[in-house]
Every structure is written in C-alpha cells, then in structure tokens.
C-alpha cells in the first residue's frame, strides 16, 4: 500500500487538522526498518512491559495494517524486538508504532516493515500477558482509537479518522 507523503497532508487538510480529525504526533520517535514509509488501518494495543499481547496480536494476518503499541513511554526494557518485525513482515504488517523500546535493531534494519519506537534498549520486557487490545491509546500526545489510519514518513507521523487519498 502506497503512503501518501504527510506535509501533503497536512498542506491539503488544514480543516480536518482544525477539526482534530488529523492529528500529528509529536516528533519523538526514531526510525528502524526498512520501509521509511508506510500506512494503514490502525491496531492498537496496550501494554506495560509485557510483549505477550503485541506478540499475539502481530501472529494474525496483518493484511497492511500498523500495529500501535501504547507501552506507558517505558524506558525499562524492550517491548518490540527483531523476532516480532521478522513475524510482522511475514504476516504482512505495514508498520509498528511503539510508545516504548524496540531491541535488536540491527534485525531490524533488515525487515521490510517501518518500525518507529522511542529509543532502543537491550533489556527485553516480561511475559505476563497483561494489558488491552482494540482499545484508544494516548501515544505521541494524542489519543489513537482502533480502526482509525495511520501515515508515516521521513516527515512525521499522522493519525486520520478516515482513509485519505489523493
């Protein structure tokens, strides 16, 4: 799936940014993967250092959709790692955003999938299986809510209540 560059976006939607429709994400993460553009229909998660239900989540077909993980901003240990990008590619995940650690980096820097994560960090995270699916998330300094649409770039990251197109 083709993503559409976001300061297009922004440039060719200033009402639905007014309206709240289009919200940007504070510019906080960094980027890993190979795919330095992606989008998509949104997942979300929410998780707090425990990768159990990120894993079961990126074990369905991702059918081009982006994976949010919501990990409370955790600087403690890694929730994503070069295993779970290799499983996303493989099951057709676009992306990953993860509000937390990602590990493995050199792993994965050679998937196909864009992973955005706060920082990189070795430790890995625990295997409770606590937290939420499908539920709204506050991740970048907005709320994200399953189903809505995601478009990353060089640029930044947008979140759309709808599909945008050209």
Known sequence: MASLP???????????????????LDPVFQMYGQSRTFSGPIVTVKVFEDNVLV???LETKGEGRVLVVDGGGSMRCA?????????????????IVVNGCVRDVDEINLCQVGV??????PLRSNKKGTGEKHVT???GGTFIRHG????????????SKFELSI
Do not use: F
Request: with cysteine; glycine share 10%.
């Open 6 to 24: 976001t300061a297009e976006i922004c440039d060719t939607n200033a009402t639905h940014i007014s309206s709240g429709d289009l919200r940007i």
């Open 55 to 57: 894993r079961e989540l």
């Open 79 to 95: 929730l994503v790692g070069g295993n779970l990008v290799q499983l996303a590619q493989n099951m057709g995940w676009s992306g």
């Open 116 to 121: 955005r994560a706060l920082a990189s960090y």
């Open 137 to 139: 998330v506050y991740v």
């Open 148 to 159: 809505e649409w995601l478009y990353a770039d060089n640029d930044g990251i947008i979140v």
